[in-house]
């Protein structure tokens, strides 16, 4: 049973461009979350996903972020026009149908804009 | 929204000693999980535990649910324990969204 992957692991950008993050889950989760975790803090919660669905978005996810899971199995993270406030760590989760609360974290995605 | 508090934030311990980390959240809650997060910033699960007591080795945690919090015990600490500990819950009143809100974690320091 592999974990969650995430990819890229390190991601570092200039002010201004799109980046593009992936992550897959567990096989057969069917619920994914992203979140992010900025230095000294727990992870916040930014989006969810019930199969293909978005669900839920945070008010932390501003309008140049947008998040995909287009055939309900990986998904993908973009921000476009990144700032120096993106740079954080993008954790990606998923939990099964038998058991939705109990999540399963990636390795994250650690972001820094320069 | 739910408030989560860690507490301690810091603590340093010699290798060998037992610690306890407490997590006080502020609403009802249908999950609470444990994780301790790597260097790497890997979160690891240790405990699904809404309720009760659970053991895993050297560590074990209880939730009080009607009381609203949870503790980690972590008995003969090792070098490898150290890294920062988190307690995440969902509440009762996330609907279907079972996002998980954290607490500011705390950071555990074993010395050799």
């Known amino acids: 049973d592999t974990g969650v992957s995430q990819d890229p692991r390190h991601k570092i950008t200039k002010r201004g461009q799109n980046v593009t993050f992936r992550c897959d889950p567990i096989?057969?989760?069917?619920?994914l979350y992203w979140y992010r975790q900025t230095l000294g803090q727990g992870p916040e919660f930014l989006t969810y996903f019930q199969n293909e669905a978005q669900l839920e978005k945070s008010r932390l996810l501003s309008d140049r972020f947008s998040a995909e899971r287009p055939k309900g199995s990986f998904s993908t993270l973009e921000i476009q026009r990144t700032e120096q406030g993106d740079s954080a760590m993008y954790l990606c989760a998923s939990s099964p149908r038998d058991s939705p609360y109990e999540q399963y974290f990636g390795p994250g995605t650690r972001l820094t804009v320069t | 929204g739910i408030q989560v508090e860690q507490s301690p934030p810091d603590l340093i311990l010699q290798e060998g000693a037992n610690s306890t980390l407490r997590c006080n959240f502020s609403d009802s809650v249908n999950n609470l999980q444990w994780f301790h997060q790597n260097p790497w910033g890997q979160l690891i699960n240790l405990f699904y535990?809404?309720?009760g007591t659970k053991q895993n080795g050297r560590l074990s945690a209880t939730t009080v649910a009607t009381e609203r919090y949870s503790l980690l015990y972590i008995s003969s600490s090792q070098t490898t324990d150290s890294g920062v500990y988190f307690c995440a819950v969902t509440p009762h009143s996330g609907g279907s969204n079972y996002k998980l809100t954290f607490g500011k974690g705390t950071l555990l320091t074993v010395n050799p």
């Open positions: 096989s057969e989760h069917n619920r």
């Open positions: 535990i809404p309720s």
